[in-house]
């Protein structure tokens, strides 16, 4: 007896971006749609302090802005970054100056924070191809062992808050007089 395996069928880029927006948000990668997890407390805070804080410092200067959940489509995906940091000069606008709704390349700086149900390897695929495709650095914290994963073209990191709690991380250039380390985004999550 011969078994034949139906080869699952592949959706291209374009039906994936004609289909409506999912909540959470669905990323599209490889011809399969990939839902990303609902973000708990931790998950949550962390995504809003960071992006408070990497704006605090650098958007009133014009260096860069932090955007959450962010849908950036480039290289044949459409990802959601959880948090994306786009330089000033790398801001898609309208023809009236306001910031774009579509956003054609990966952030400058992306950062993702791990969900518990979530698969690291599918977040680092994702970070390597930003950088792949121009990012300069990319981040993956998480909060279950309270470290961050410092991504930079030829170079990976690991910070862990508990026994490097001085060590300053990377930011994206341009930003380095904001110095902050893991142990301080992991204090956030006290309240």
Not at 36 to 59: C, F, V, W
Not at 78 to 89: E, F, K, P
Not at 124 to 136: F, H, Q, T, V
Request: charged content about 20%; proline content about 7%.
């Amino acid at each position: 007896m011969v078994t034949t395996l139906e080869k699952p069928q592949t959706l291209s880029l374009e039906a994936f971006l004609a289909l409506p927006e999912t909540q959470p948000a669905s990323e599209y990668a490889h011809g399969s749609i990939t839902q990303k997890p609902m973000p708990k407390g931790k998950h949550s805070r962390l995504q809003t302090r960071l992006s408070r804080a990497i704006d605090l410092i650098a958007e009133e200067p014009q260096l860069a802005l932090a955007l959450t959940e962010l849908r950036c489509t480039f290289a044949g995906r459409s990802i959601v970054a959880d948090i994306a940091v786009i330089r000033w000069q790398n801001l898609p606008r309208d023809p009236d100056g306001e910031i774009s709704n579509q956003f054609s390349h990966p952030p400058d700086w992306i950062i993702e924070i791990l969900s518990p149900d979530q698969s690291s390897i599918l977040v680092i695929d994702k970070i390597l191809l930003c950088l792949k495709e121009g990012s300069e650095l990319g981040w993956l914290i998480d909060p279950a062992t309270k470290s961050i994963m410092i991504f930079q073209t030829g170079s990976t990191q690991i910070c862990f808050a508990d026994s490097e709690p001085q060590q300053v991380l990377p930011v994206l250039t341009g930003l380095e007089t904001w110095q902050i380390t893991a142990s301080d985004i992991f204090a956030w999550l006290k309240v």
